[in-house]
């Protein structure tokens, strides 16, 4: 009886099942988009068809097809298949698992594919529980993630699997899935009279952001609460299109790859003085939810780092628009955001104040000098010890300035900072020239020095 009741729900789940599951693939051949990995004699497709699979670990966005392609080497390989979602297990269902393959390879000399969705939310013991039977070939691993391998999965696992990176959908590919959708008589919409208005579809498709789940899920809503007109037609206009799919989804998580990959491209465009793309990458951001005052600090940082002295007003405009963003909050805070992201990304550029870490370098590997005596506090015991004997007080002299030795006998001829010609730097570079008289081959030693901490510096 039991069968029976677990039949009638397995197919009323088939038919009520979302679109976007009743279209998933079944086959390579009606797997859609993922060409540079499932096109003709590439590795992977080779490897399902031959059914020869080692471990992988799929790793894209959303709807790009990862479960998808597990199900489909479910249903062409001849190894048992066995599904773990990481949300919803633990160590004791991973035992289960590994146990029942064990004893299925030891009775029926059959392999087991594991398949693990979100691999990435097993910790680390959860991770390292399988990690053993992927070795010894107890089973293969197929692990599904949206976060990158590398820093979410242990390196122990990473090294065993072969990585394959899915691609977020282009606009071909979305059209073809939604063509399938809207043509199938078994799984899609293939019985009804649909009758897409001009932009409705492409609404749709530019709207869903690459990703197939988004398309379908809209897709549906859109033609199921459409009602027939009098002649059978469900008529999907611009507007219903647009209602189905108010908002485009925007890859972005504050704890993954989008989240440092979109900053990394917003700093990259500051520093390259384009506006226009620092623009974009910061709408991105705000769009998809970021904290403004996160993008406020790496602002900040970036005029020190960036733009230093070349404008010393940058981190003067920077510090203010944070200050004004507080007080004034959102939305009207995105002009703020605007003009700051503006200033910094049209401003000269330098990165001058990085010498700092030039002189660090220096402290950290070369021995520590003794300060001049005529530098030390005299304060204390001029009498005694004479210190500060024969300081020369600059604002006594004319210009307020006197030549004189500022740093230990063993590092003369040493200069850490080189004003970079830009902006206000070209005026500071005048005044070094004709105080301290620096000549080519002191700039050529400073430069030796910061190439050496260059490697220690992020973007």
Known sequence: MS???????????????PLADRMRPRTLDEFVGQEHILGPARLLRRAIEADQLSSILLFGPPG?????????????????????NAVLSGVKDIRAAISEATERLRHHTQRTILFVDEVHRFNKAQQDALLPHVENGTVTLIGATTENPYFEVIKALVSRSRVFELQSLDQAALARIAEQALGNEERGYGKLEIEMEDGALDHLIHTSNGDARSLLNALELAVETTLEDSSGVRHITLEVAEESIQRRAVLYDREGDAHYDTISAFIKSLRGSDPDAALYWMARMVYAGEDP???????????????????????QMAVSASYAFDYVGMPEGRFILSECCLYLATAPKSNSTSTFFD????????????VPNHLKDASRDAKGL????????PHAYRAHYVPQQYLPENMQGIYFYEPSGQGFEKQIAERLKYFQNRDEKDSIKKRVLRYAAEDDRDD
């Open 3 to 17: 069968d029976l009741f677990d039949a009638n729900a397995a197919r009323y789940r088939s038919e009520r099942a």
């Open 386 to 393: 004479g210190h500060g004997k024969d300081y020369q007080y």
């Open 64 to 84: 790009t097809g990862k479960t998808t392609l597990a199900r489909i080497i479910a249903n062409t390989t001849k190894a048992n298949f066995v599904t773990l």
């Open 293 to 315: 005052r996160f993008i406020f600090r790496r602002m900040l940082i970036f005029a020190a780092e960036d733009i230093g002295l070349a404008d010393p007003q940058a981190l």
């Open 359 to 370: 002189a660090l370098r220096y402290v950290e590997n070369e021995q520590s000098e003794v």
